[in-house]
């Protein structure tokens, strides 16, 4: 019998050669651990979707787009990208039918943001294309820590680093956010 590991490992081979089977057998191994990740993200007060929907829609996502993951890594990177994508899209679609200015407010204890504000998901996903630019791994850390809901050691081993590394990686990456959310919001405020 083969483990999860070796499993999921020949999965991504049949779906990287293109076996549409695959991609279903791939769910279904991988659902339990996607739902688990995309809880934090669903059904609460304020939700922009169930959690059950995050993760169908994700899926949906993952197998639309036929990208063909090399590893266990990296379909981990993949599916915190296409999470990231289904909440921001879902995101602005609230917004668009939200009257003022079209912020979504999500409270989560994330140390992205100051306690006592609001997280603006789009707004954040703006300030993390603008770190992807200039500090990539910084970028991926927040997107498999934050979006994709993977822990410290998990992405230290998917990205073939220290924990240590990531952790540093994650304050650096929260303090830039931070910095780039508030002068967004100095910004806006400035402009109201």
Not at 53 to 80: M, Y
Not at 130 to 147: D, G, I, N, W
């Amino acid at each position: 019998m083969l483990s999860p590991a070796q499993d999921t490992a020949a999965l991504l081979q049949r779906c990287s050669n293109g076996d549409d089977d695959a991609y279903g057998e791939l769910f279904e191994l991988v659902y339990t651990d996607l739902h688990r990740r995309a809880r934090r993200w669903g059904g609460g007060p304020g939700a922009t979707l169930s959690t059950t929907a995050l993760v169908h829609e994700t899926f949906l996502s993952l197998a639309g787009s036929r990208i063909a993951p090399n590893d266990r890594a990296h379909f981990f990177r993949i599916a915190a990208r296409a999470m990231r994508r289904v909440l921001i899209d879902a995101s602005r679609r609230r917004n668009a039918r939200k009257r003022g200015d079209g912020r979504e407010a999500l409270t989560l204890d994330t140390g992205l943001v100051a306690p006592d504000r609001e997280l603006d998901l789009v707004a954040l996903d703006q300030a993390l294309e603008q770190l992807a630019t200039s500090e990539p791994r910084l970028a991926q850390v927040v997107e498999l820590h934050f979006y994709g809901g993977l822990e410290f050691t998990e992405i230290a081993r998917l990205m073939e680093v220290s924990e240590r590394t990531v952790a540093r990686d994650w304050r650096a990456a929260r303090a830039l956010l931070h910095l780039a959310l508030s002068e967004q919001a100095t910004s806006t405020d400035g402009n109201a």
